[in-house]
């Protein structure tokens, strides 16, 4: 019988046989998958895992520290770096969203090898991969994690001369999960969201500037805030915010304003492939159209995005 405490014990001591004493080094991305994958070999190697967590400048408001406390609070060996300066001025002048993401991908590739070229002797590279994963293993667009993606459009691996292992190779999304949460793992990670690897980048439409992921990063956090208060984050498949590359007119006081559009996008789902538009109370949409609006200068409107996939996808870009 399939139990997450069963396949932990097994999971964790076939890791230490094929492991030994040698040095592995994974990359977190916040997502549970990358975690869960870190925690069994955690279990398994101890300090000879070496986690690393890049800031790409495109998360969430406040996620990188907040993500990176609660894995230094699970006791993990992590490596937060700092990279987004570099992001953004190899982003400065880029519109084309596949020309965005080569470029996150590309950066995300060097940062990650110069900080693993730092740990002496490391042989292993750990990847949150699952099944789902694995039989689409063509698709860059899957709904997985960081690496994953990266992995496809850079090669990873192949660049690194490195042996890769992957723990969560033969589980489903909710086996994952279950897993993660017998290994104590808190619930902020366990039920977030998907989030795409180029991250804000591709959600603002267009040339991403420091200051625009800023506006963005306000109005996404208010709206994902609303989401927890109002009990309907854990109903959602995937929600987030996205900053349209239009400015609209309108009026605030006896100031006539001409500011960005924000779309809000909410979907259900079972596997990111296919999505419906997730039906809000309009009570809802009325409170974070007015918070964002009031609270974000810079923001004029918000419209909300009724399109299922398909013929839309989940992300505009
Ligand atoms: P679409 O927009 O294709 O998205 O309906 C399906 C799922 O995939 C995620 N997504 C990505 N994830 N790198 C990623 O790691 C990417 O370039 C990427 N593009 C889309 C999207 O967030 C959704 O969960």
């Not at 101890?46 to 408001?61: A, E, H, S």
């Not at 109903?235 to 007119?249: D, F, N, R, Y």
């Not at 006896?254 to 559009?261: K, L, N, P, Q, S």
């Not at 009031?294 to 996808?313: E, F, H, L, M, Q």
Request: one cysteine or more; charged letters at 25%.
């Amino acid at each position: 019988d399939w139990t997450p405490a069963s396949f932990i014990d097994e999971t964790v001591s076939n890791l230490r046989n094929q492991l030994g004493n040698d040095k592995v080094v994974l990359g977190l991305s916040g997502g549970v998958d990358s975690s869960v994958a870190a925690m069994l070999l955690h279990k398994a190697v101890g300090p000879n895992l070496t986690c690393i967590f890049v800031d790409n400048g495109l998360l969430r408001k406040n996620e990188f520290s907040q993500v990176l406390e609660s894995y230094k609070t699970l006791g993990l060996n992590v490596i937060g770096v700092d990279a987004s300066q570099r992001f953004y001025s190899e982003l400065k002048g880029v519109s084309d969203p596949e020309h965005k993401r080569k470029i996150i991908g590309r950066i995300f590739i060097e940062v990650f090898d110069e900080e693993a070229h730092k740990i002496k002797d490391v042989k292993w590279l750990g990847q949150g991969t699952i099944y789902p994963d694995v039989i689409e293993s063509v698709s860059v667009n899957g709904p997985s994690a960081t690496i994953k993606s990266h992995h496809n459009v850079g090669g990873l691996p192949e660049k690194m001369n490195l042996k890769v292992i992957e723990p969560l190779r033969l589980l489903f999304k909710d086996e994952v999960r279950r897993v993660g949460k017998e290994l104590g793992l808190p619930g902020g990670i366990l039920n977030r969201h998907p989030f795409p690897g180029p991250g804000l980048g591709i959600r603002i439409l267009g040339e991403v500037t420091p200051e625009k992921v800023r506006l963005l990063q306000e109005a996404d956090s208010i709206y994902i805030q609303g989401l927890r208060e109002a009990g309907l984050y854990d109903k959602i498949w995937q929600a987030g915010a996205i900053l349209l590359p239009v400015q609209s007119v309108g009026v605030m006081g006896d100031e006539r304003t001409y500011e960005f559009v924000v779309a809000l996008r909410a979907v259900t789902s079972t596997d990111g492939m296919t999505a419906d538009w997730f039906h809000f109370p309009y009570e809802f949409l009325a409170r974070i159209s007015n918070e964002i609006i009031n609270r974000v200068k810079g923001i004029n409107r918000v419209v909300y995005d009724i399109s299922s996939k398909p013929p839309a996808t989940i992300e505009w870009e």
